[in-house]
Nanobody, 121 residues
Framework: QVQLVESGGGLVQPGGSLRLSCVAS????????MGWYRQAPEKQRELVAV???????NYADSVKGRATISRDNTKNTVYLQMNSLKPEDTAVYYC???????????????WGQGTQVTVSS
């Protein structure tokens, strides 16, 4: 069994910052890509940022320059630092990991349960 658990969400004032964390645990052989996605009310889930095991990153245009994704491969953990937060960043933020549970297993996607981020004064 594999679990992804996010933390770090909450209420933040516009212009503020927060750091999200996501830990993957369980039977894991390797993790290739880890990422953050978000879903605002009545909108589709969208990519925020992703990072490969080698450290290559990709960001949505809406967060470029304001977000930094990083990971600790030794802890199966991915982080998202977001600065200069705007009300339009309000959403449930989900962590995703593409991983193998065993050396011969295919790569599968796993999602966390999500953490609410609300940007409001």
């Amino acid at each position: 069994q594999v679990q992804l658990v996010e933390s770090g969400g909450g209420l933040v004032q516009p212009g503020g910052s927060l750091r999200l964390s996501c830990v993957a645990s369980g039977s894991i052989f390797s993790i290739s890509v880890m990422g953050w996605y978000r879903q605002a009310p009545e909108k589709q889930r969208e990519l925020v940022a992703v990072i490969t095991s080698g450290g290559s990153t990709n960001y949505a245009d809406s967060v470029k320059g304001r977000a930094t994704i990083s990971r600790d491969n030794t802890k199966n953990t991915v982080y998202l630092q977001m600065n200069s937060l705007k009300p339009e960043d309000t959403a449930v933020y989900y962590c995703k990991a593409d991983l193998r549970r065993g050396v011969l297993d295919p790569v599968s996607q796993y999602w966390g349960q999500g953490t609410q981020v609300t940007v409001s004064s």
